[in-house]
């Protein structure tokens, strides 16, 4: 299965109801390996400021600047709710994202 495979899957019915409006597979060092067709241009200091937050969430028990200045997927801002050492989630304006921290990368979906 390709990465754009994967990415496919990710775009089902949410357990609690729901769909996903984008999704992407991101490596860590902010290149795109797979996204779908609306998923937000993330740049790598976006990605960077992510994977920040992974760093101070597994150090300090929260994600740091994150939660000051938000999760950015594009021009899309996210505030930071509450996830764990290998999720960040945001909510903004009646949807939200989930960032799953993977190997060596991540997967985002936006809703």
């Known amino acids: 299965m390709s990465w754009d495979g994967y990415v496919e899957h990710l775009m ?7 769909k996903l409006s984008s999704a992407a597979i991101v490596g860590q060092d902010g290149g795109v390996w797979a996204q779908s067709e609306s998923f937000p241009a993330v740049t790598a200091d976006q990605v960077a400021a992510i994977m920040k937050g ?16 938000g999760i950015f997927l594009g021009e899309q801002k996210f505030q930071v709710a509450p996830g764990d050492e290998t999720v960040i989630r945001g ?3 009646g949807g939200g994202c989930t960032i799953k921290k993977v190997g060596h990368g991540h997967g985002d979906g936006v809703q």
């Open 54 to 69: 992974f760093e101070s969430i597994e150090k300090v028990g929260h994600a740091g600047d994150l939660g000051g200045t």
């Open 12 to 18: 089902v019915e949410l357990p609690h109801g729901g």
């Open 91 to 93: 909510k903004s304006h």
